[in-house]
């Protein structure tokens, strides 16, 4: 099955100019982060197989010399199996979660919240975001973010291990950062998304700006991965638990539950979503 984006993000700078992103669709829907951190070598963020870094490494004179794993489950960590099937990852550095040490293949280099990473000249910051998955951990270089599975584009990822509260405090930590960060996460995702975020805030004229924006793009084939953070705060239901009119949707649906503050708010938004009543005509 082909790759839902045919025409992936053109490579980008990061803030500081030390850092280039490449954009490497793999799977159906993964999307790999390649950060050129020196002329011609690269870390790649999770990923579902070699394969496609293999080709594009190839294609653009680029070394792969690091993994950086956000979490465990097989599209993130499928890569570095690839690399130890075939004999190549025993050089390979190799970041992952301290917690999860024992599930990721070749680590060399443990990592818990707080923690400092050095890519060349940029010194970048680990964070624990438990909620999808125990151990999950996203990175931020300079104006990066590198969120896994924590949050999406107009949405946040599945709750795993959960419970709830942990997803909204980590995705709390994630809003508070410099509204100017690049969004970087792991999967396209946005249509159904902001399908879903038009369904409980209709009312939110940049939600419904964005939305028609990705309809665009994504009939083209494009892409709409990295967001900013700026953009994220302001149409992504996920971080959007004080508004009034997505608060008063969930009351309509769920008149028993508790949603007294924001972690409850939360987890409706979230159960809401996972109904999928949005997909219905």
Request: aromatic content about 8%.
């Amino acid at each position: 099955m082909p790759h839902i984006v045919s025409i992936p993000t053109p490579t980008f700078a990061s803030r500081c100019g030390f850092l280039h992103v490449h954009q490497v669709p793999a799977a159906t829907d993964n999307l790999i982060w390649l950060i050129e951190y020196k002329k011609g070598h690269v870390a790649a963020v999770d990923g579902p197989s070699f394969r496609e870094v293999r080709d594009y490494c190839s294609t653009y004179n680029l070394i792969l010399d690091t993994i950086i794993n956000t979490h465990t489950h097989a599209d993130h960590i499928g890569i570095n199996r690839d690399l130890q099937k075939q004999g190549l990852l025993t050089n390979m550095r190799v970041i992952g979660s301290l917690e999860r040490e024992k599930d990721i293949p070749g680590i060399t280099e443990t990592v818990s919240d707080g923690d400092r990473v050095q890519l060349g000249e940029v010194t970048g910051i680990a964070m624990q975001t438990d909620g999808h998955i125990n151990g999950h951990i996203s990175y931020v270089f300079s104006d990066l973010l590198f969120c896994g599975d924590t949050l999406f584009t107009g949405g946040c990822g599945y709750l795993f291990d959960g419970p709830p509260k942990a997803m909204y405090e980590s995705l709390q930590r994630l809003r508070e950062l410099p509204s100017h960060t690049k969004v970087c996460c792991a999967h396209e995702y946005t249509q159904d998304n902001l399908l879903y975020a038009l369904s409980i805030e209709p009312q939110n004229t940049e939600l419904r700006h964005r939305y028609l924006n990705c309809l665009r793009i994504r009939q083209q084939g494009g892409c709409l991965v990295p967001s900013t953070i700026a953009l994220e705060k302001s149409t992504n239901p996920f971080l959007r638990w004080e508004n009034k009119e997505i608060i008063q949707h969930l009351k309509i649906h769920y008149p028993n539950m508790d949603i007294q503050n924001p972690a409850d708010i939360f987890a409706c938004i979230r159960k809401r979503k996972d109904s999928k009543a949005y997909k219905k005509p």
